[in-house]
């Protein structure tokens, strides 16, 4: 078996970049072709030796690795979703791999919109940072809701 398809098993064929599912019969040159990226997010974080989240080998389809090049990726949210101030979850990823504890994620107008994100949110996690255990949270604040994700301290 080649480096792809262990590397493809292990994320179960979807890509981690955009969470889309990765065609194995496809050409690896075409840009919905599988590829194998290296998950660094940033020179300063590959030198310090950063968690399992920033370093390792994940599959992505060929034209979302191109596309973020050597700069961190932007996973997108889901255009269905109501959400206000949404942070970027790679950031959010890091955070919490690094140090543990909570992070507010997203704003959402009511109860049922913050369900459906924080069900996306522990979901999406599972994939985007396997090794990182998150929990999701629901606080009410100034007539929204705050979605926070927890993950504890790994050592």
Same mark, same amino acid.
């Given at each position: 078996?080649?480096?792809?398809?262990?590397?493809?098993?292990?994320?179960?064929?979807?890509?981690?970049?955009? /969470?889309?599912?990765?065609?194995?019969?496809?050409?690896?040159?075409?840009?919905?072709?599988?590829? !194998?990226?290296?998950?660094? @997010?940033?020179?300063?974080?590959?030198?310090?030796?950063?968690?399992?989240?920033?370093?390792?080998?994940?599959?992505?389809?060929?034209?979302?690795? @191109?596309?973020?090049?050597?700069? @961190?990726?932007?996973?997108?949210?889901?255009? /269905?979703?109501?959400?206000?101030?949404?942070?970027?979850?790679?950031?959010?990823?890091?955070?919490?791999?690094?140090?543990?504890?909570?992070?507010?994620?997203?704003?959402?107008?009511?109860?049922?919109?913050?369900?459906?994100?924080?069900?996306?949110? !522990?979901?999406?996690?599972?994939?985007?940072?396997?090794?990182?255990?998150?929990?999701?949270?629901?606080?009410?604040?100034?007539?929204?809701?705050?979605?926070?994700? @927890?993950?504890?301290?790994?050592?």
């Amino acid at each position: 078996m080649s480096q792809l398809e262990d590397i493809a098993n292990q994320d179960g064929w979807r890509c981690w970049v955009c /969470d889309e599912p990765v065609d194995a019969t496809i050409s690896v040159n075409d840009p919905r072709g599988p590829s !194998v990226d290296s998950r660094a @997010t940033n020179a300063r974080s590959a030198k310090k030796g950063a968690a399992d989240f920033a370093g390792g080998e994940r599959l992505a389809h060929r034209g979302c690795n @191109t596309k973020k090049g050597a700069v @961190t990726a932007v996973i997108p949210w889901p255009s /269905d979703l109501v959400l206000m101030d949404p942070a970027p979850l790679i950031t959010v990823a890091e955070r919490l791999d690094r140090k543990g504890g909570r992070e507010v994620v997203v704003r959402c107008a009511d109860r049922a919109d913050a369900q459906q994100v924080a069900h996306w949110l !522990v979901d999406r996690f599972s994939r985007l940072a396997p090794a990182l255990a998150v929990d999701a949270s629901i606080d009410p604040g100034g007539g929204q809701f705050v979605v926070a994700l @927890t993950a504890a301290r790994r050592r």
